[in-house]
């Protein structure tokens, strides 16, 4: 699948980890990744991503876990969230569910920072990041 412009390497000057976290985690760089869709509804590409990562959780590379998150969208939708850390790396499972627990308008560059931060993204990453995506940070 082919990003947006916007998020590409060129754009941002780096590469983003979506659809290249399986092998960024499996060579240790990513510490962290986050899956989602609709709870009552799961892409065939979210099925193929956790086939994937669930092979590994099955064989202790991974640890995973999952979640419902619940939002408000003309009623309130829970979306299924599936987390995967690499085994020293696990505490960030826990630390990225508290701070997803805090979304909506509490959300800040702060906020985004830390998310950054757990998935393994750089501090220069992040700042690039932030000052794309937060004007006023």
Same mark, same amino acid.
């Given at each position: 699948m082919r990003l947006p412009e916007h998020l590409g390497e060129q754009t941002l000057g780096y590469a983003i980890h979506t659809n290249r976290e399986l092998g960024l985690m499996l060579k240790g760089v990513k510490p962290l990744a986050v899956l989602s869709d609709w709870y009552d *509804?799961?892409? %065939? +590409?979210? @099925?193929? =991503?956790?086939?994937? &990562?669930?092979? =590994? #959780?099955?064989?202790?590379? &991974? +640890? !995973?876990? %999952? =979640?419902?998150?619940? *939002?408000?969208?003309?009623? $309130? !939708?829970? #979306? *299924?969230? &599936? /987390? =995967? #850390? /690499?085994? *020293? @790396? @696990? $505490? !960030?499972?826990?630390a990225m569910i508290e701070l997803r627990q805090h979304r909506g308008a509490t959300w800040s560059a702060e906020r985004e920072r830390t998310e950054g931060e757990l998935l393994g993204y750089t501090d220069w990453q992040n700042d690039i990041w932030i000052s794309r995506n937060f004007a006023s940070a």
């Amino acid at each position: 699948m082919r990003l947006p412009e916007h998020l590409g390497e060129q754009t941002l000057g780096y590469a983003i980890h979506t659809n290249r976290e399986l092998g960024l985690m499996l060579k240790g760089v990513k510490p962290l990744a986050v899956l989602s869709d609709w709870y009552d *509804h799961r892409s %065939e +590409v979210l @099925e193929r =991503y956790l086939r994937l &990562f669930d092979l =590994y #959780a099955q064989r202790g590379v &991974f +640890v !995973r876990r %999952e =979640y419902v998150e619940w *939002h408000r969208r003309g009623g $309130w !939708r829970g #979306a *299924h969230v &599936f /987390l =995967y #850390a /690499l085994p *020293h @790396e @696990e $505490w !960030r499972i826990d630390a990225m569910i508290e701070l997803r627990q805090h979304r909506g308008a509490t959300w800040s560059a702060e906020r985004e920072r830390t998310e950054g931060e757990l998935l393994g993204y750089t501090d220069w990453q992040n700042d690039i990041w932030i000052s794309r995506n937060f004007a006023s940070a």
